[in-house]
């Protein structure tokens, strides 16, 4: 992982303004905090080895049944059992580049790899992925909204592609950021799975929902796909407090996450977009809760300048792009301080002090 992350230290005071990983920024309820605190009590006993009444919740949420999905310890999991469950030594995986890089680092893994095809205009390019699966290809990867553009494929285009791939071949959507998504046609690739025993979704409680620090997340597809990864899975890697967190939450979907959350979020986009239109900053119209602005030659300074000032943000030169920063949009006064930063620092000439 170290090859893949930079590390940083945690955070004890708050003075961290923590714009690198994609967090939700805003601390979980306090009214949701107080729901957990009695199972506090029950952390000597091991967890649910299958929270029936989540999928039963996800299932009313998505319009599938129990047995179409799997929980895991955040979609990490899932994506390492899906390189396990599929991929043996020398095969090949696909995914685009630039592309979430545990879809690379989970195939080499298992002692398979991963081919990287260019994006087209910074999306999947579809056409080139479809020419590049080959008889040694098992799996294909497509992260909607895309990390780290945000850009966004949308469902007519999946399903073009899907019929494309031998069936033979696991197409893999993984929509981690797709609560985030506004536009006209943000139709999930869930709608495909009925007609598709090749497609597997996955989802995350750590981006939208707040619970990073957790680890849960889930996947949906035809049971065969479902009981297939079951035979890699850990019967108790998914902690009895993330249990107990989803359960608490989903039914505040509606009345908070998409009413308040999401409101407030919306905000923040416009603020962000503002002020990099200001700045005349080259940006990537994103999909997701995060940017892809281009610093050009100064990214590397900039970084550095943010840093000494508690600001993180992902310097993207690990996805291929040294020039582009990949920034979560945080709350408002944490959105308000790296704007004054940026501009203190573009003041300055773009050099680091």
């Known amino acids: 992982m170290s090859n893949y992350i930079s590390p940083y230290k945690k955070d004890h005071n708050g003075s961290l303004i923590k714009l690198a990983t994609n967090e939700n920024p805003y601390a979980t309820h306090v009214e949701f905090v107080s729901s957990l605190e009695k199972d506090l009590f029950n952390i000597n006993r091991y967890p649910e080895t299958d929270s029936l009444e989540i999928k039963s919740m996800l299932g009313s949420l998505h319009g599938v049944a129990n047995e179409n999905i799997i929980l895991g310890a955040g979609s990490d999991e899932l994506i390492t059992l899906i390189a396990m469950s599929y991929i043996a030594k020398d095969e090949y995986s696909i995914m685009s580049n630039p592309s979430f890089f545990r879809y690379k680092q989970a195939t080499e893994n298992v002692g398979g790899y991963c081919s990287l095809v260019n994006a087209r205009n910074f999306n999947h390019d579809l056409e080139l992925m479809a020419m590049a699966i080959k008889e040694e290809t098992k799996v294909v990867f497509l992260c909607n909204p895309n990390n780290p553009t945000g850009t966004f494929i949308y469902l007519d285009e999946i399903e073009a592609f899907i019929k494309k791939v ?151 030169e690990m996805f291929g792009y040294p020039q582009y920063a990949r920034i979560t949009i945080g709350s408002e006064s944490e959105n308000k301080k790296l704007f004054s930063a940026i501009r203190d620092f573009l003041s300055d000439g773009g050099v680091d002090d």
Do not use: W
């Open 166 to 316: 031998p069936k033979s071949v696991l197409v893999v959507v993984d929509e981690a950021y797709f609560e985030y998504v506004e536009n006209s046609r943000n139709e999930t690739s869930i709608n495909l799975v009925r007609s598709h025993d090749n497609l597997i979704i996955l989802r995350s409680f750590s981006k939208f929902y707040g619970l990073a620090g957790l680890r849960i997340g889930y996947a949906i597809a035809q049971n065969e796909i479902i009981k297939r990864l079951y035979k890699y899975k850990s019967p108790y890697s998914v902690n009895s407090l993330a249990i107990s967190a989803v359960k608490t939450i989903l039914p505040h979907h509606e009345s908070y996450f998409v009413s308040q959350y999401l409101a407030n979020f919306k905000r923040e986009k416009k603020f962000f977009y503002q002020e990099l239109d200001g700045l005349n900053i080259d940006y990537i119209p994103s999909q997701a809760n995060f940017v892809f602005a281009n610093f050009s030659e100064k990214m590397p300074s900039l970084s550095l300048f943010l840093s000494a000032r508690n600001i993180a943000i992902r310097n993207c």
